[in-house]
């Protein structure tokens, strides 16, 4: 379960997002919303990228009271992801790897169901859906309990997204891994149905019954 509290999230003086309590059970979660209206903040926020106002809580382990614990458990991809242009994909797999105690068979794991076959090349030699793919590798490391996709079909060709998916239906079912994918589209004749559908409108975020 993961919840916000008391959450608000300005620019400047600006408030952009807030919700007083809101909560993501466990599940697969599709966040809607018009470009702007505040998904790349929510998605960011609760990653522990942003900074903000009030508490955000997974089970027990609150962001800012155990930042490494929390971090730990919930993994992120940017629906544009931008890297170092001279530090290769193997570097950072390597990176990610430790952090999140993930072994090489599960880098090899999902690097096949991805086809990923360019990790030893600089990011800089990287077309926008290679960069996608190695988010995507990045985020899928480890065993999170929460996996945050911020419009993870933006650049991906039709056999990635086939993947993607594959591999979101595994660690559902093998893990209980939560989802919380931001998207205009990825449950529109897909093979998975998401269980809570929410939208993030006027500053907030609300649940579509």
């Known amino acids: 379960m993961l919840q916000l509290i008391s959450y608000k999230k300005y620019y400047g ?3 952009v ?18 470009n702007g209206s505040g998904k790349t903040t929510l998605f960011k926020s609760l990653a522990g990228i942003l900074p903000f106002l009030g508490k955000i809580v997974l089970n ?4 800012k009271e155990k930042p490494n614990k929390y ?6 991809a940017e629906a544009e992801p931008v890297f170092p242009p001279m530090v290769k994909g193997s570097d950072l797999v390597s990176l990610f790897e430790k952090y999140k105690g993930a072994s090489k068979s599960q880098v090899e794991e999902i690097s096949e169901v991805l086809d990923i076959k360019f990790l030893e ?3 800089s030699s990287y077309s926008s859906g290679m960069g996608k793919k190695l988010s995507l590798l990045l985020a899928f490391l ?9 419009e993870p079909l933006v650049t991906l060709d039709v056999k990635s997204v086939s993947a993607m998916l594959e591999l979101i239906t595994l ?6 891994t939560s989802f919380l994918i931001s998207s205009h589209q990825i449950f529109e004749n ?6 809570y559908v929410h939208h993030v409108e006027n500053g907030t975020i609300c649940l579509q019954v």
């Open 13 to 15: 003086t600006r408030l």
């Open 17 to 34: 997002l807030e919700s007083e309590k809101y909560t993501f059970l466990t599940g697969l979660h599709w966040v809607k919303g018009e």
């Open 60 to 63: 027990d382990c609150s962001l």
């Open 71 to 76: 971090r730990f458990q919930v993994n992120y």
């Open 121 to 123: 090349e600089p990011f």
């Open 142 to 150: 480890g065993l999170p309990k929460v996996i945050l996709l911020d």
């Open 171 to 176: 660690y559902q079912q093998k893990y209980n």
């Open 190 to 195: 897909k093979t998975i149905r998401p269980d």
